[in-house]
């Protein structure tokens, strides 16, 4: 796609102009950023194939691996991430520490697409749900059970999002995962990847927090 197609490219070029201000852009990175996509539908691919029991010893090197013991304390757990590496891996893994979990992914088209992907997701334990009601009445069940939730905090989807400034830069994030914590007073667990070589990945794990339960609702959501 990223030889044959020019819109494709331009897509990818304006996209990465975002975070290099048009700067720095080249032929080189568009084919990185189709190579790292391309990855990570490998990836998926051979989820119904891993063996979760070795899987963490023997591709992810944990870098603060023992704020995981919130996981291991009964109680609900919102596992944040983003769109780096690839943060499936990271939350599949929470499955061999005893926790099942719920996660919220994006909705594919067409649905025959995203009915197949959701399939692939699944195949190796956990519930996956497209954004929606649906999904986010499914997660806040398995949270009100004490269960684990996967989602990703940087991307509005839903266009209700809140805006914020990263890198000097102002942005719209999520609401959702900051909502729903706030709501079941849920341990907010930050969880990030990023790829080493093939399968093999770096995850870093941030300190566990609770999103503030004051009398303004809003103010504890951005702060979030």
């Not at 070589?197 to 979030?224: L, T």
Request: proline share 4%; net charge neutral; charged share 25%.
């Amino acid at each position: 796609m990223w030889v044959l197609r020019k819109d494709f490219r331009e897509n990818v070029r304006r996209n990465q102009a975002v975070l290099t201000g048009g700067e720095g852009w080249s032929w080189r990175h568009g084919w990185q950023v189709c190579t790292h996509v391309s990855q990570y539908y490998v990836d998926l691919s051979q989820v119904g194939r891993l063996n979760l029991e070795t899987f963490e010893r023997d591709h992810l090197e944990l870098i603060g691996a023992e704020h995981l013991r919130a996981i291991e304390e009964p109680g609900p757990v919102i596992a944040v991430s983003a769109h780096m590496g690839n943060a499936e891996f990271a939350i599949q893994a929470l499955t061999a520490r005893g926790r099942t979990f719920a996660a919220l992914v994006e909705r594919q088209q067409p649905p025959e697409w995203s009915k197949f992907i959701l399939e692939l997701r699944a195949a190796a334990g956990g519930k996956f749900y497209e954004a929606g009601y649906q999904g986010l009445r499914a997660c806040l069940e398995a949270l009100q059970q004490g269960q684990v939730v996967g989602m990703m905090g940087d991307r509005d989807i839903q266009g209700t999002g809140v805006g914020a400034v990263l890198c000097g830069r102002a942005v719209k994030l999520p609401r959702g995962p900051w909502e729903l914590a706030r709501r079941t007073d849920a341990l907010v667990l930050p969880i990030f990847s990023a790829r080493k070589k093939n399968a093999d990945f770096h995850i870093y794990i941030d300190e566990p927090f609770r999103v503030d339960r004051s009398d303004d609702p809003e103010a504890d959501i951005r702060r979030a």
